[in-house]
């Protein structure tokens, strides 16, 4: 039944979102909501009813990537043990940031997700900004001493 519930939720957010229809099998959809990538999955079992988002927040840049790591390890360790709360980590495979979340298809509508996909994705565009500015003052620091 879930499945189902999945299939046509992430369909109307396509559409909604205006990306492409897609032919996946419903494993899970790729989409970009303004301009940052994200995944959902339909999780576990077909009578779950449980989505799995993944928002690509981007590679951390180098010259503050201990302090970026840090800062989200601690972020992980302030909502421990708080169940349907977000966690980052890495995808080891890009070296990007990824927030992990669980959501709950219940009272989901197409509308509801894609508000929170835009959410998430300011997010991302405000963490990508704090540290690509600190790098670039970084960066010209160093060059001007």
Not at 28 to 33: P, Q, S
Not at 72 to 94: E, H, K, P, Y
Request: with cysteine; charged share 25%.
């Amino acid at each position: 039944m879930n499945d189902e519930r999945f299939r046509a939720l992430t369909d109307e957010l396509l559409s909604l979102a205006g990306a492409p229809a897609s032919d996946h099998l419903y494993a899970g959809v790729v989409l970009d909501v303004d301009e940052v990538s994200f995944s959902l999955m339909h999780s576990g079992a077909p009578d779950d009813d449980r989505i799995e988002m993944f928002c690509d927040f981007g590679e951390p840049p180098p010259h503050t990537k201990a302090e970026a790591v840090k800062a989200l390890l601690a972020a992980n360790a302030d909502v421990l043990g708080n169940a349907g709360l977000s966690n980052f980590c890495m995808n080891r495979l890009t070296g990007h940031i990824l927030v992990s979340s669980v959501l709950s298809m219940r009272r989901m509508t197409a509308v509801l997700l894609l508000d929170q996909l835009r959410s998430c994705a300011q997010d991302a565009k405000n963490w990508q900004r704090k540290y690509s500015l600190r790098t670039r003052r970084s960066v010209a620091s160093a060059t001007a001493a």
